[in-house]
Nanobody
Framework: QVHLVESGGRLVQAGDSLTLSCAASGGTFSNYAMGWFRQAPGEDRAFVEAITGSGSIIYYADSVKGRFTISRDNAKNTVYLQMNSLKPEDTAVYYC????????????????????WGQGTQVTVSS
């Protein structure tokens, strides 16, 4: 059982940068692909980015490509989401997720394909 705890969410202004962290425990961290999803009020949970266990391959949602970057530190059992040039439409609860084998294709962006979830951290971007 993998336990995930996100942190770093807060109120920021449009154009600001913010880094989210997700600390993992309960498993061998490098054996898990990690992902970030987000959920705005009234919307479905949406895929943001994912990274393989080794950190060698990264996948992005088109909406954040060029602005957000996922990374991981396997020595610290932590995955990060660096968010730059934030926009009001980035406002959401951001969730960290883990899965043993990164799903391929469209399954990667399906929340039901991921095994473990954190409790979420709120990011609010004011205009």
């Amino acid at each position: 059982q993998v336990h995930l705890v996100e942190s770093g969410g807060r109120l920021v202004q449009a154009g600001d940068s913010l880094t989210l962290s997700c600390a993992a425990s309960g498993g061998t961290f490098s054996n898990y692909a990690m992902g970030w999803f987000r959920q705005a009020p009234g919307e479905d949970r949406a895929f943001v980015e994912a990274i393989t266990g080794s950190g060698s391959i990264i996948y992005y949602a088109d909406s954040v490509k060029g602005r957000f970057t996922i990374s991981r530190d396997n020595a610290k059992n932590t995955v990060y989401l660096q968010m730059n040039s934030l926009k009001p439409e980035d406002t959401a609860v951001y969730y960290c997720a883990a899965v043993g084998l990164l799903p391929g294709g469209s399954r990667r962006s399906d929340p039901t394909a991921w095994d473990y979830w954190g409790q979420g951290t709120q990011v609010t971007v004011s205009s």
